[in-house]
């Protein structure tokens, strides 16, 4: 039976997610935005725009603009989802969450548990991520940090489509979720900056979300499985493009959610291939392909045939000249070396 | 003062010193008990200190909420926590409180309007302005208050939350417990200006020293402040002055202080303030009420069982 048709559009990432934001705050009145700079008039909608216009419609009660302070961001957001509703938090730079790493941390993440489930803390955190020529202090993926956290839930998505479901369903999620998104990827001018990529989606139009917990195979692929997510995984998707010349064909996964991370989709993809690559724009050591790489390692040993690689910015603080910062990054050029040494 | 007016002023200080003493006599059980071994961790007493709790307490509804430190017992008591159920939690008993899980430094219960105590120094005072924010989007009449001690003035997260409830004139009582010691550093040693009641008035929060050994004159204080919140008056600061009785946590020795300091204090006793303006028959069957609460509430927590260990693993996610 064919599916029915869904009307679409092609939207930026930037575009769905204030789509989402607005559609979530439509549906719940319990919905409200906090943060810096998102909501002024004359200002910029949040440090990458994905709020303009929402204060045109939810007005100011509902979209509140913070002191440049961190730890009242965070802690406010809790507090008022230990309440019963639903806050949207933004960090402007997601290095920014090292000011506010108590709230997520001792307060946010624990206060179910330390209830013994008597309070829930139903909040959102969005949080942008990766190097853009910004230097050490804004440029940085930790990711990893939150992954480590019981309670926190950590996702991050690569697409239109897949942000603006997710963050919906982060929104109705009863648990602290904190979403990263990669600053190259909110649009057009990212487009240009991560190598020409075209990063619009169809979005349809209808209700949706997409749940958290959930990878997707972009690509499927017989020999290689290659999981990544944000530039890294438009790297990995065009790497895997020039391979098949070598006849090579990889199975891109981007996870999505980083936790709790969807091991049986990796688990099933390593079992076919035979072979991992994680790739990731968080530094090597400690980041979250170790533990996926620890993971397979444990489920999928008798299935591997080559040694699970990591291919991740390099462990030193990011630079802000553009030849030292493309010198750390993980670049499309190692991915396809890596996989032929593995193949081959 | 007329009749009528005199009598509710006279319950209304049975009621301090039935909370008080049951603060007081729960604190002193406790940490017998925990000498003895039967309960588990750690304790941060509130012997001292229980006019600020009973006080502030007393003026909050069912439904206002408040955040608590790393010394809780006290607010827990004075909020409402169900006296067993709070002895439960402190000897890790399946029917604590928190169910096992919070312990002495995260009593609390959601029912009553507590949140379990926030045991990290100041963590509460960014977590209040989200309580008070959710009051203030909802457009409801309740109120947070959010007890701190004088050590948690020097954190960032003080500053921040103070200045943010001042913004968005948010519906807090900020309650400093100023007992003159962070843990063994004197308040003097990490501050040059002695009342946290001027740091409020530089955010433009209203703020009042208090004599915290005095449960009336921190009743009426919290009133005012209670009130001024609940109208859409903002924030409030009380800077409550007071005396922790015990040491910092169970092992302190107390070196840090004079024994002529305690001694001055201690002529100050919450309950004996209280006791003061009342006859002594009345503080006898106070206490008599206070006693059979508590051996109640040991029994409970003796005969309840622990936790099973399966439960360990259950909420961490909703």
Not at chain 1, 118 to 141: D, E, F
Request: charged content about 25%; glycine content about 10%; some cysteine.
């Amino acid at each position: 039976m064919p599916e029915a048709a869904v009307a679409t559009r092609r939207l930026t990432i930037a575009e769905a997610l204030r789509e989402g934001i607005a559609e979530e705050m439509r549906r719940d009145p319990e919905v409200f935005l906090i943060g810096e700079d998102i909501g002024v008039e004359g200002g910029f909608g949040g440090a990458f725009g994905v709020y303009l216009g929402l204060p045109e419609e939810f007005g100011h009660e509902r979209i509140i603009d913070t002191p440049i302070s961190e730890k009242v961001i965070a802690g406010a957001a809790a507090g008022a989802a230990m309440l019963g509703m639903k806050p949207i938090a933004d960090m402007q730079y997601s290095d920014f969450l090292f000011e506010c790493m108590d709230e997520l941390v001792n307060q946010a993440a624990k206060m179910r548990y330390m209830s013994g489930g008597k309070v829930s803390v139903p909040m959102v955190m969005r949080a942008p991520v990766g190097m853009t020529l910004r230097g050490a202090q804004h440029g940085q993926c930790p990711e990893s940090y939150f992954i480590h956290v019981p309670g926190l839930k950590v996702v991050a998505p690569s697409d239109a489509y897949h942000a603006k479901g997710i963050l919906k369903a982060a929104v109705r999620d009863p648990n602290p979720v904190l979403i990263f998104e990669h600053k190259l990827l909110y649009g057009s001018k990212g487009r240009e900056a991560a190598g020409g990529m075209d990063l619009t989606a169809e979005v349809p139009e209808e209700d949706y979300t997409f749940p958290i917990g959930q990878a997707v195979i972009k690509r499927a692929g017989s020999d290689v499985t290659v999981v990544a997510t944000h530039v890294s995984l438009y790297r990995a998707l065009a790497a895997a493009e020039t391979l098949t010349a070598d006849g090579i064909e990889c199975e891109v996964i981007d996870p999505l959610t980083l936790q709790p991370f969807d091991t049986e989709t990796i688990f099933g993809s390593v079992r076919r291939t035979g072979r991992l690559v994680i790739v990731h724009e968080d530094t090597l050591t400690g980041g979250w392909g170790a533990e996926v790489a620890a993971c397979v390692a444990d489920e999928c040993l008798d299935y591997l045939e080559a040694p699970i690689k990591r291919i991740a910015t390099l462990d030193v603080p990011a630079p802000a000249a553009p030849v030292l910062e493309q010198r750390i990054l993980p670049q499309e050029q190692t991915i396809v070396e890596t996989i032929r040494r593995l193949v081959g | 003062m007329d009749a009528g007016a005199a009598h509710l002023q006279l319950e209304t200080v049975q009621e301090l010193y039935r909370k008080v003493a049951l603060i007081r006599r729960f604190e002193d059980r406790v940490y017998r008990l925990f000498l003895e071994g039967e309960i588990p961790g750690t304790l941060h007493q509130y012997q001292g200190q229980e006019a600020v709790a009973a006080g502030v307490c007393s003026t909050l509804r069912i439904d206002d909420w408040i955040t608590s430190t790393h010394r809780p017992h006290g607010h827990a008591l004075a909020k409402g926590v169900n006296t067993s159920e709070a002895m439960a939690e402190l000897y890790g008993k399946a029917t604590g409180c928190c169910g096992g899980k919070g312990g002495s430094m995260h009593l609390g219960d959601p029912a009553v309007g507590m949140l379990p105590a926030i045991a990290i120094v100041a963590g509460g005072n960014t977590i209040v302005t989200g309580l008070g924010l959710a009051m203030k989007l909802r457009k409801s009449d309740q109120v947070a208050a959010c007890f701190f001690g004088e050590g948690a003035t020097n954190e960032g997260a003080f500053h921040e939350g103070l200045n943010f409830s001042a913004v968005e004139q948010l519906p807090i009582v900020w309650v400093c417990e100023n007992n003159l010691y962070g843990a063994s550093t004197p308040y003097g040693r990490v501050s040059l200006v002695p009342d946290v009641a001027e740091r409020a008035k530089v955010y433009g929060i209203p703020s009042q020293i208090v004599d915290g050994m005095d449960a009336v004159a921190v009743r009426e204080a919290s009133a005012a402040a209670v009130e001024h919140a609940r109208n859409g008056g903002g924030p409030t600061l009380l800077e409550c002055k007071t005396y922790r009785f015990t040491g910092h946590s169970r092992s302190d020795a107390r070196g840090y202080r004079t024994r002529e300091e305690e001694q001055e204090w201690a002529k100050r006793d919450p309950l004996i303030v209280l006791a003061a303006r009342l006859d002594e028959a009345t503080v006898a069957r106070l206490e008599a009420e206070v006693k059979a609460e508590l051996d109640e509430a040991v029994e409970f927590a003796r005969n309840s069982p622990d936790p099973d260990p399966a439960t360990a693993l259950e909420h961490v996610y909703a």
